[in-house]
Each structure stands twice: as structure tokens, then as C-alpha cells.
């Protein structure tokens, strides 16, 4: 697990295209806590202090909202340092009545809580536990979905905080059309399969860690308007890689860069 070695791979960024730029500003600036970094034209890139991701979102008012669910994001996870740097986010929530919650998760590996931005890109805030203690079948990953104790988790929180300076952009799960297609895609980017008996979904990491990318086909293979909101892009440092621009099968793009 990366808790200990050295990393070969790690989530970097992702671009977002949205039609209400204030909207979602409001929520990932004002709300989380991003840090605006620079607006150029209809790109505005954001960041924590830590600056361990950035965010990007395309600002393009004419877009139309894309439908849910469909290929594409299902949603993309910021990893907190600590159960209490969770609960300080989400009592920040909590606290503004924030109206997008999807629901929370106790995955055995983390602590989820999941909601959606204004425009509906789904979010997965969460908190890894120690290695020592994730499931395990035999010599596989055995991650689940039991109900996570929400009031527990808020009692962790000294107060509300947005998001802590080194959380991470720990995971990105996809609605994908074949299971098979991207785990290949994924796999040539140095990933390994690391859960495949979950219903419907794979999930896919290096370094041993439960998942940097999770696929599903939960969307049936429904697709948006070429010019709709959402994911455009992610960004991806590798170990030893050579910087490209790769597509992904549901046409992102993928930026690699050396790590």
C-alpha cells in the first residue's frame, strides 16, 4: 500500500465543463474551500493550499446539462487525511443546509460521504482506513457498502472546516460501456485489477491501493449530448512516464505526466 512505498502512480486533476461558473464557484470556493489559482478565458483553475490536485472548469453558459446517469462520471473522490478532517467538511454541510446530499458509505477500506455539485457531478468525500484493516477474501479486495453512522462521524468534528489543505484526488469511477474495454485501458496505464466481484463494477489501482479508478456499466450504456457538462478531462502523474494525452473509452481526455 502507498501509506509506506513509494508511489508509482497518483491523480493530479480533473476538468469539469459547466454552465453556471458562479454557481459552481459558490459551492467549490466559497463552500469546500478551493483556492481560486487563475482565470484565463473560460478556464478557471482551482486548488487547495497543499496543492495536491487542481480543478479546472471550463465555463460554457450554452452548455446543456448532462443527464444522470450517463457515460462518463459517475462521481470523483477527494480523499481527507483523517476521520476528523471528514467530519469538518461535512458539518460544514450539514451546517449550510447544503440541499445535494446522495447518501454515505461505510466501504470497509474508507468512510464515504456522497453528494453532487450543483450541476450534479457526483463528489465521494472520504477517509481511508489502515491497510491492516481492509477486507479481504482469500488474497482479494472485499470492499462493501454498509450504512455508515453519520452521527457518529459528525461527533468527530471539533467544528465545521471545509476541505482540509492535503486532501487528494484520491479515486475517479466512471460509467463506462464495457467492462472489459477500459479495464484494458486502464491496466496500460500500470493499474491492476483489484476488486472484480462487486455488481456491476470493477475497480482498478496501483501500488496496491483499493482503487485510483472505479468502472461500472450502471448507466446501461446511456450517453449525453456531446456538448454537455461534465468531465472533460483527468490528469494522471506515472512513475517514469512519458508525458501524453491519451483518450479514454468514453472520450475524456487523459493527460499523463511524469511523477
Given at each position: 500500500m502507498?501509506?509506506?512505498?513509494?508511489?508509482?502512480?497518483?491523480?493530479?486533476?480533473?476538468?469539469?465543463?459547466?454552465?453556471?461558473?458562479?454557481?459552481q464557484?459558490?459551492?467549490y470556493?466559497d463552500?469546500?474551500?478551493?483556492?481560486?489559482?487563475?482565470?484565463?478565458?473560460?478556464?478557471?483553475?482551482?486548488?487547495?493550499?497543499?496543492?495536491?490536485?487542481?480543478?479546472?472548469?471550463?465555463h460554457?453558459?450554452?452548455?446543456?446539462?448532462?443527464?444522470?446517469?450517463?457515460?462518463?462520471?459517475?462521481?470523483?473522490?477527494?480523499l481527507?487525511?483523517?476521520?476528523?478532517?471528514?467530519?469538518?467538511?461535512?458539518?460544514?454541510l450539514?451546517?449550510?443546509?447544503?440541499?445535494?446530499?446522495?447518501?454515505?458509505?461505510?466501504?470497509?477500506?474508507?468512510e464515504a460521504?456522497?453528494?453532487?455539485?450543483?450541476?450534479?457531478?457526483?463528489?465521494?468525500?472520504?477517509?481511508?482506513?489502515?491497510?491492516?484493516?481492509w477486507?479481504?477474501r482469500?488474497?482479494?479486495?472485499?470492499?462493501?457498502?454498509?450504512?455508515?453512522?453519520?452521527?457518529?462521524?459528525l461527533?468527530?468534528?471539533?467544528?465545521a472546516?471545509?476541505?482540509?489543505?492535503?486532501?487528494?484526488l484520491?479515486?475517479?469511477?466512471?460509467?463506462?460501456?464495457?467492462?472489459?474495454?477500459a479495464?484494458a485501458?486502464?491496466?496500460?496505464l500500470?493499474?491492476?485489477l483489484?476488486?472484480?466481484?462487486?455488481?456491476?463494477?470493477?475497480?482498478?489501482?496501483?501500488?496496491?491501493?483499493?482503487?485510483?479508478?472505479?468502472?461500472?456499466?450502471w448507466?446501461?450504456?446511456?450517453?449525453?449530448?456531446?456538448?454537455?457538462t461534465?468531465l472533460?478531462?483527468?490528469?494522471?502523474?506515472i512513475?517514469g512516464?512519458?508525458?501524453?494525452?491519451?483518450?479514454?473509452?468514453?472520450g475524456?481526455?487523459?493527460?499523463?505526466?511524469?511523477?
Open positions: 502507498t501509506q509506506d512505498l513509494i508511489k508509482t502512480l497518483a491523480l493530479t486533476g480533473l476538468t469539469l465543463r459547466v454552465q453556471n461558473l458562479e454557481r464557484l459558490a459551492f470556493r463552500l469546500l474551500g478551493l483556492e481560486l489559482v487563475q482565470h484565463k478565458g473560460p478556464q478557471t483553475e482551482l486548488a487547495l493550499p497543499g496543492r495536491h490536485f487542481t480543478l479546472i472548469l471550463q460554457e453558459p450554452s452548455a446543456p446539462l448532462r443527464p444522470q446517469p450517463t457515460l462518463g462520471l459517475y462521481h470523483f473522490a477527494l481527507l487525511p483523517s476521520r476528523a478532517a471528514l467530519a469538518a467538511v461535512f458539518r460544514r450539514v451546517e449550510a443546509r447544503y440541499p445535494h446530499f446522495q447518501g454515505a458509505s461505510d466501504h470497509g477500506v474508507s460521504i456522497y453528494l453532487a455539485d450543483p450541476e450534479g457531478n457526483g463528489i465521494e468525500l472520504y477517509r481511508d482506513r489502515p491497510i491492516n484493516e477486507p479481504f482469500g488474497d482479494r479486495l472485499a470492499m462493501v457498502s454498509e450504512r455508515l453512522e453519520l452521527e457518529a462521524l461527533a468527530e468534528a471539533r467544528a472546516q471545509g476541505l482540509d489543505p492535503q486532501t487528494t484520491g479515486h475517479i469511477h466512471l460509467h463506462v460501456r464495457d467492462l472489459d474495454e479495464q485501458f486502464f491496466e496500460g500500470g493499474m491492476k483489484m476488486q472484480g466481484d462487486y455488481p456491476g463494477a470493477r475497480f482498478l489501482a496501483a501500488d496496491g491501493y483499493h482503487h485510483h479508478i472505479g468502472i461500472n456499466l448507466a446501461r450504456g446511456r450517453t449525453a449530448p456531446p456538448d454537455a461534465g472533460l478531462a483527468y490528469r494522471m502523474a512513475r512516464a512519458t508525458p501524453q494525452r491519451l483518450t479514454d473509452p468514453n475524456a481526455l487523459v493527460q499523463v505526466e511524469p511523477l
